[in-house]
């Protein structure tokens, strides 16, 4: 294969997720079609974000001139194996358009939303309020999607919800676990130190972090949550993204679907 580590991340999400490989690849196709020469981009992690990421680097093949930021370890090996130059936060003025997957988009899906292979119609009946965090990498990837001037999401329908009730990582200090882990089962959250799935101990994020996976149940207000969490001594940073996406295209069998 060209791209070993592309083709590591999908066969892995088809084990997990049974296969929504056409609807990922559509989502991410659309996405990097909106990369313009001579930007500077934020790439995703992930399996749907891997695919924007290699469809990048097909474009820079193609003469494209751009600039990625990697939100990740392994999204930073697959740019650098597809090809597109690199760089940093702070070696760059600004981030032009950041793209990026998500575990959870809260949206209210229309029956008659519009599919369209180039995706230029929006339904807006999502806000946008994502979880993210289901890698780990949600903390650069907050960083990366809060200094972009357009933050885009790439997910397959299964992500849309019309409420947030999945665990909500947060990433913590290691000193911090219990700490953290009784403040958190105070706001009514059950919180679990996410496993290394090969390893006998905890998974440790690119910035030396753990990882507590925190259950709510449905997330009422997540705008009022990400404050509180935010405020706790020892979280470096939670996965609840608020205000931050301007757009989602969520790719279909057939085409994509672009929603706001
Ligand atoms: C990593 C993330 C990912 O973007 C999220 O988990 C979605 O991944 P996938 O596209 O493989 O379903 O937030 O921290």
Known sequence: NVFPLAARLRNQSMKTEGGSETAKRNA????????????????????????AIEAIGRAVDDGLDVQGIPTSFQSRQLALEVGIPLTSL????GVDLAIDGADQVRDDPSPNAETDANATTANSNGDGTLIKGGGG???????????????????????????????????????????????VRELGGEPTLRDAERKDGPVV???????????????????????????????????????LA?????????????RT
Do not use: C, M, Q
């Open 137 to 183: 990498a949600h903390a650069r990837e907050k960083l990366v999607a809060a200094a972009a001037d357009r933050f885009v999401v790439v997910a397959d329908p299964s992500k849309l919800v019309p409420e947030l009730d999945r665990s909500v990582p947060v990433e913590i200090l290691p000193a911090a676990h219990t700490t953290v882990a009784e403040r």
């Open 205 to 243: 994020t690119d910035n030396g972090n753990l990882v507590l996976d925190v259950a709510f149940g449905p997330i009422d207000s997540p705008a009022e949550l990400a404050p509180t969490l935010a405020a706790i001594p020892g979280v470096v940073e939670h996965g609840l993204f608020i205000g």
């Open 90 to 93: 702070d070696a760059v003025d």
């Open 28 to 51: 991410g196709k659309r996405a990097a079609k909106e990369v313009t020469d001579g930007s500077v981009v934020g790439l995703g992690t992930g399996s749907t974000a891997a695919y």
């Open 246 to 258: 301007d757009a989602t295209y969520v790719g279909t069998a057939d085409g994509v679907e672009k």
